[in-house]
């Protein structure tokens, strides 16, 4: 038999509203009546579930993850996939059940769905737009933003300092000796590509090694098969001057690019350098190992599910942009032994 509040009322000879804010740890209760109420519990054996929890506390203690990306994989995807086994593994510590989905067209539908299932929190992850956020502000609902930016002071987004890693790529592949340098660049509507694009190109450029436009294969996805066609495309563009060294915007498109080369008999690096960025579990199983930069996959992914953890508590958080700093690896893909 289920033991209901109404149960415990009626056995310590109290309101329902006594024993919710007995439960509840909210609202005055005398000593005495706390007593009774406690007795009443351990005698009936009374044990709360879930939803009564969530009466009760207003709490469900379930966060919702919506990863907004437009191409598959997204769960298996080996950089936001490590977000999401972070976020997993953060959440169950602290008790959080955790929904997740996936949105290609940054539409509201998703946010509808957690919406729906009374999440605590959300934690959104990728390229955002405005009009989904301020979907999600009419509710007032805590959220979070993970690799990806917002122009809003009041908002938590925790991000790579991707441009920096781009310049620490430019300056590595110049130290090597590299001149002639061709680009794989990822969907440049996506921040994280633009912004280690940029910063690759303008670290180039002090250097006095200008890259022009012919030099960058602009990829409509971020996939290993589109790193392997750019390198094709980039290699068809040079007739007599080839690249020396590419320079990819993410690992994956990084590796492509490599089983191109491999496929002409080009060896790396001796014949082209390459370099990748993200430090996927999959650059260092490469043969060779991929040169790339890391990124702080776990730690953002933990990092978020503290910081919602937070502001569902209602402590003192400042919002803020925070960024992580990144790691150049160098491996033998651009430095032999």
Known sequence: MTVTI????KFAGVSKS??????SGKGYISEDAKRKVMEAIEELQYHPNAVARAMVSQRTNNIGVIIYRQHHPIASHPFYGKILDAILMSAARLNYSVFVTTDKELSLISADYMLEKRVDGLILISRLSQEVIGYIDKFNIPYIIVNGTIEKDDVIQIVNQDKKGGKMVADHLYQQGHRCISVIAGPQEHRSHHLRLQGFLERMHELGC???????????????????????IIWERFCIKKPTAIFATNDMLALGGMQALLEKSLRIPEDVAVSGFDN????????????????D????????????????????????????????????STKGE
């Open 6 to 9: 109404k149960d415990i009322a």
């Open 18 to 23: 006594t024993v919710s804010r007995v439960i």
């Open 210 to 232: 200008y890259i022009c436009q012919e030099d960058i294969y602009y990829s409509p996805t971020s996939t290993f098969e589109d790193g392997h066609k750019g390198l094709y």
């Open 280 to 295: 996927i579990d999959y650059s260092k199983m490469f043969h060779p190992p991929l040169t790339t930069v890391h990124v």
């Open 297 to 332: 996959k776990m730690r953002m992914g933990e990092d978020a599910v503290l910081l919602l953890d937070d502001l569902i508590k209602k402590e003192q958080v400042t919002p803020k942009r925070i960024e992580y700093e990144p790691q150049m690896i160098v491996r033998k």
